[in-house]
């Protein structure tokens, strides 16, 4: 465990090793590629600095908002199409127009929409992650064991307690995978978000750093945004193993 | 059913679009009808063709080095495990990284232009090429492998000539989900810097607030994602003919 641990540290360490070697060579100017040394000590600092701090609580408050709201309704409309048989018809043609849309692009739609704030940002976690929640949570319901159902109503439970009680915990595993990915993507969504129209949050940072040529300050939210998204991740990845450790 | 499908869907939520539009009555939400104008305007005009082309060509330009990278990578890193102990620290390391928001530092080493778009695009979608690579590639049966070898093989004949092909149906799949992050990252990276393109054009008609032409653009996106997707699975199918049919997840972090 250790030693594998060690043995998938080694090349991350040599990158890093790298990157600190290249920079303080003097075959690149500071400004274009700052020392990694520098980047982590900028980092430990601003994340003791209140207006970073404020940001970083906005960009996660919308984060967790959008993603919570994915979850919610993607593990419904997942299961109800699985369940429904016009819910089914739709369900396919409607994720093949929408799954390949770049849904950033609709991101202006929500600005105009929704106001310049929290909303439209939300709005374009929530469809950026519905989607592997949705496929997630629609295949699993489909593949729970009919028998498991057959069961369930014929000892008396209603069919929207079958949902709850047994295609719900069956569906779980994957559709705690299908969150895992949604994480990721919601992480990087809402900081495109904010670069994309800046005015607060991590993405604001990078832009306003970029913007003044503070090149270790644009690595900052890089790292800190990363940071968030493998914290989560692993998280979720550890809540996954406690709570369905049934599953394997 | 399954040719209509997409076709139906599509008009309800035009449906869906214009009667909320009709409902809400505000000019930052025309209806689909006030759109079709200006739509058909911009596709003779020829404005959009030429930030559709140069949208495109990087895009295509990214993907031609991500695969010319990821492939042989992943091929790789699936037959050796020395490579894939070495390789996939690193993925896991860049994975939740937010790739289009490294463009500002991309612009800083390599200047404002084409490049910086198309580098950015290349390290997106090179991630799950390689990944699907090497999936593919380490569950190559064996017994294809001891065959080659019996024949007389090389090495490297084996990689080109048994790997690869037989790594093909979950390599595609990795090339599926690098269209749907690549377009992503193309339309992002031009909203962050902007100077041409499919996502400039959506912010620059919204910053003049011609409303109508925000949304024609948009639906030209939607179009266009579409269309590479579906003309890509197309390929896929008739390339794969003879493996069993796995559908992709159509998501991922970009």
């Not at chain 1, 409607?94 to 940002?121: C, Q, S």
């Amino acid at each position: 465990m250790i030693r594998n641990a060690l043995r998938g540290a080694a090349p991350i360490l040599l990158l890093l090793a790298l990157w600190e070697g290249f920079a303080r060579s003097g075959l690149v100017p500071r400004t274009l590629l700052p020392p990694a040394t520098l980047v982590i000590a900028r980092t430990a600092t601003a994340l003791t600095t209140a207006s970073f701090d404020a940001d970083l609580l906005t960009t996660l408050t919308r984060l967790l908002a959008g993603l919570a709201l994915a979850i919610i309704l993607g593990i419904a409309l997942g299961i109800l199409a699985a369940q429904n048989r016009v819910g089914g018809m739709i369900f396919d043609p409607l994720v093949r127009v929408l799954g390949p849309l770049p849904k950033i692009a609709l991101f202006p739609a929500f600005l105009l929409l929704l106001g310049f704030e929290d909303a439209p940002r939300i709005a374009l976690v929530l469809i950026d992650a519905i989607f592997p929640i949705m496929l997630a949570a629609h295949a699993a319901a489909r593949a729970v064991d009919e028998k498991l159902i057959w069961s369930a109503r014929a000892a008396g439970l209603s069919p929207a307690a079958c949902v709850l009680r047994v295609v719900l915990p069956a569906a779980m595993p994957q559709i705690m995978t299908g969150i895992r990915v949604a994480a990721v993507i919601a992480c990087v969504v809402v900081f495109l978000s904010e670069m994309v129209q800046p005015g607060d949050g991590l993405g604001d940072q990078m832009i306003r750093a970029a913007r003044a040529f503070r090149s270790v300050d644009m690595f900052v939210p890089i790292v800190v945004i990363s940071a968030l998204g493998a914290l989560l991740d692993a998280t979720l990845a550890t809540i996954r193993a406690q709570a369905l450790a049934w599953a394997a | 059913m399954t040719r209509l499908g997409p076709v139906l869907v599509l008009l309800a939520l035009l449906a869906i679009w214009q009667l909320g539009a009709m409902a809400l009555q505000a000019d930052y939400l025309p209806t689909p009808i006030a759109v079709l104008p200006d739509l058909r305007a911009m596709l003779i005009d020829g404005d959009i063709w030429r930030d559709m082309a140069a949208s495109l060509t990087r895009l295509a330009a990214g993907f031609a080095i991500g695969l010319a990278a990821g492939v042989p990578l992943g091929i790789v890193c699936g037959r050796s495990t020395a490579v894939r102990g070495c390789v996939n620290p690193l993925l896991a390391l860049f994975y939740p990284v937010p790739k289009a928001a490294l463009i500002p530092i991309l612009m800083l080493w390599f200047g404002a232009g084409d490049l910086s778009k198309i580098l950015i695009i290349t390290l997106t979608v090179t991630l799950p090429i390689v990944y699907h690579a090497q999936q593919g590639a380490a569950a190559v049966e064996e017994k294809l492998l001891w065959s080659a070898r019996a024949m007389g093989f090389s090495p490297a004949a084996i990689l080109w000539r048994v790997v690869l092909p037989a790594a093909l149906p979950e390599l595609l799949l990795g090339v599926r989900v690098g269209i749907v992050i690549g377009l992503i990252v193309m339309i992002s990276s031009e909203m962050i810097v902007r100077q041409n393109g499919l996502g400039y054009d959506i912010f620059n008609a919204m910053d003049m607030a011609q409303y109508t032409l925000t949304y024609a653009v948009i639906v030209i996106v939607g179009v266009l994602g579409y269309v590479l997707d579906s003309g890509f699975e197309a390929l896929r199918r008739r390339l794969t003919f003879w493996a069993p049919q796995r559908q992709a997840m159509v998501a991922a972090s970009s």
